[in-house]
C-alpha cells in the first residue's frame, strides 16, 4: 500500500504468527534507516518480539520495504549497538536476551533524564554517574 510519500507494508516474519507493519515516510526528515531502527526498537522492547526471534535478511527486508539494502544494515548495525539484536556472519539476526527493559526501569531513566535537565547537567555527566552508581552494590 502507498500514499504519496510513504509506504505501508505488512511484513511476515519468519517464527512470528501475526504479520507486522512497517511505515516508511519518505517524505520525512527522519532518514529511513532510523524510521526502520524505531520501528524495531518498539517492537523489541514492548515484548511483541521476543528474546531469540529472528529478523528478516536484510536484502529481503529491503525487498518488502522498498529500500536501500544499505539503509537496512544501518539500522540493524545500530540495533545491535545498542544490545538489542546479535548478529553473526551468515546466520539470522535474532533480537538480543536482555532486550527488554521493564515499564519500572524505563519509568526510572525517564525520570533521571527528566532531573538532569532540571539541573543542567550534561549526557556525558549524567553517565558517569549512572555507571558509578551501576557499580555500587544494589540496595534491595
Not at 525487498?63 to 545498542?82: C, I
Not at 546466520?91 to 532540571?118: F, N, P, Y
Not at 547537567?121 to 553517565?127: C, F, H, V, Y
Request: glycine fraction near 4%; charged fraction near 20%.
Amino acid at each position: 500500500m502507498e500514499c504519496l510519500n510513504c509506504t505501508i507494508e505488512p511484513i511476515q516474519f519468519e517464527g512470528m504468527e501475526d504479520s507486522m507493519t512497517f511505515a516508511i515516510d519518505r517524505g520525512s526528515p527522519t532518514p529511513v534507516f532510523n524510521q526502520i531502527y524505531v520501528q524495531f526498537e518498539g517492537l523489541i522492547r514492548s515484548g511483541l518480539m521476543e528474546a531469540g526471534a529472528p529478523l528478516p535478511s536484510i536484502r529481503q527486508l529491503a525487498q518488502s520495504l522498498d529500500v536501500s539494502a544499505n539503509s537496512v544494515k544501518h539500522a540493524y548495525e545500530d540495533l545491535e549497538a545498542n544490545g538489542l539484536i546479535v548478529t553473526s556472519p551468515g546466520r539470522t539476526a535474532r533480537v538480543a536476551e536482555r532486550s527488554r527493559l521493564s515499564c519500572d526501569v524505563l519509568a526510572a531513566i525517564q525520570c533521571l533524564v527528566v532531573a538532569a535537565h532540571k539541573h543542567n547537567a550534561d549526557l556525558a555527566a549524567t553517565q558517569n554517574v549512572l555507571s558509578a552508581v551501576w557499580e555500587m552494590e544494589p540496595e534491595e
